[in-house]
């Protein structure tokens, strides 16, 4: 063989290999779907599980190749579509957000690692999956408490009221578990700490005065006032004292 034909063999070689990286990465993060579903998630994270074991970047906004990947990753289209949708059935959209649920707190551990700093090895995208969650969550409870309803015998049962309070609780915890970051305020950057507040600033209002005006925020509270002491940023420690204002105005009109 000459010299020209093993060049052009190598060449077609290359194509070759990297013809096969796109493809395996198209099917890894199908792009082109309107919403993924729970089975598209677990193929992500297979994908991301892989590329932290080869020691390889996740999908993230600083690359601007990946960036539109991770942005699909957190998009909140992949659920609400679904949960939204009162063509479907509500065992139906309960499964499907169950499903999903497990895949989103396999992203969580994705993303969670640290560098030998202590520091967020991917910080902003963390926090912006932990900000789909909270979104996220609301679908969860809330189309689980209406099956719960819709299945009982008598909606209006003492233990059918306990039990749907019990998982609007349950949502509460669950947000209280987005300021433990406060912990780790070292951990982020400045960008992230932005990204971080308009969570709080975002989500938080909402739930304590429309989607659980009525739950136990005495954890919350607790929490707050705990995280107000650590904090040492201002937009953060701005949200936190808004939250604990408007647990405690609840707490005096009820």
């Not at 005065?209 to 707050?224: A, F, T």
Request: charged share 25%; with cysteine; net charge neutral.
């Amino acid at each position: 063989m000459n010299k020209n034909k093993i060049i052009w063999c190598l060449i077609f070689l290359s194509s070759f290999i990297i013809s096969c990286g796109g493809d395996k990465t198209s099917s890894a993060f199908p792009m082109k779907k309107k919403y993924w579903t729970p089975e598209d998630y677990k193929t992500v994270n297979d994908e991301l599980t892989n590329l932290k074991y080869n020691n390889k970047e996740l999908p993230n906004l600083d690359n601007p190749r990946t960036s539109p990947v991770f942005q699909k990753i957190v998009d909140t289209t992949n659920f609400s579509i679904v949960a939204n949708d009162d063509q479907l059935g509500l065992q139906h959209r309960k499964e499907f957000l169950s499903d999903l649920f497990d895949q989103y707190r396999q992203l969580i551990e994705a993303y969670s690692g640290t560098e030998r700093s202590d520091k967020y090895q991917y910080p902003l995208e963390l926090i912006e999956i932990e900000k789909f969650g909270l979104a996220f969550q609301v679908y969860y409870i809330g189309i689980g408490n209406q099956e719960i309803i819709k299945t009982a015998d008598d909606p209006n049962a003492a233990n059918v009221v306990d039990m749907v309070n019990s998982n609007k609780n349950i949502l509460i915890r669950n947000y209280s578990l987005y300021l433990e970051y406060v912990n780790y305020e070292d951990r982020l950057n400045e960008k992230t700490l932005i990204s971080y507040s308009q969570g709080l600033q975002d989500f938080f209002p909402r739930l304590i005065n429309n989607i659980v005006p009525d739950g136990d925020y005495s954890g919350m509270l607790v929490k707050v006032e705990n995280m107000l002491k650590k904090s040492t940023n201002a937009l953060i420690t701005a949200q936190l004292k808004n939250i604990q204002s408007l647990i405690k105005s609840k707490s005096i009109h009820t």
